[in-house]
């Protein structure tokens, strides 16, 4: 699988963003797919991810209520809608697929597949 994300940019605090992550391969429906980011100093830390298992979403504190995942197996996208941005999503976003995922290490960096990352600039 090759996952392609897009979407990045620069935006003022506040403000809205759409990173999407299309990917080629195999059947996208049977990876569970999601999204991480690196912040320049920081390790990489989970946003959210579609668990394939149970087709729920989860997220990370910091991202809930204010980030929203879905996908389009027949598009074979996953969107992450970013709204009310802070200074502190600055980072580089990684879409992420794996078809072996289980729920306990939904939130664990060891994705069989990364896409190479877009950048998101909050301006504060």
């Known amino acids: 699988v090759q996952l392609q994300a897009s979407g990045g940019g620069l935006v003022q605090a506040g403000g809205s963003l759409s990173l999407s992550c299309t990917a080629s391969?195999?059947?996208?429906?049977?990876?569970?797919v999601g999204w991480f980011r690196q912040a320049p100093g920081k390790e990489r830390e989970f946003v959210a991810a579609?668990?394939?298992?149970?087709?729920?979403?989860y997220y990370a504190d910091s991202v809930k209520g204010r980030f929203t995942i879905s996908r389009d197996n027949a598009k074979s996208t996953v969107v992450l809608q970013m709204s009310s941005l802070k200074a502190e999503d600055t980072a580089r976003y990684y879409c992420?697929?794996?078809?072996?995922?289980?729920?306990?290490?939904?939130?664990?960096?060891?994705?069989?597949?990364w896409g190479q990352g877009t950048q998101v600039t909050v301006s504060s």
């Open positions: 992420v697929a794996d078809s072996r995922r289980i729920l306990s290490t939904l939130r664990t960096p060891n994705y069989d597949y």
């Open positions: 391969g195999r059947t996208f429906s049977s990876y569970t």
């Open positions: 579609f668990f394939r298992n149970n087709a729920r979403t």
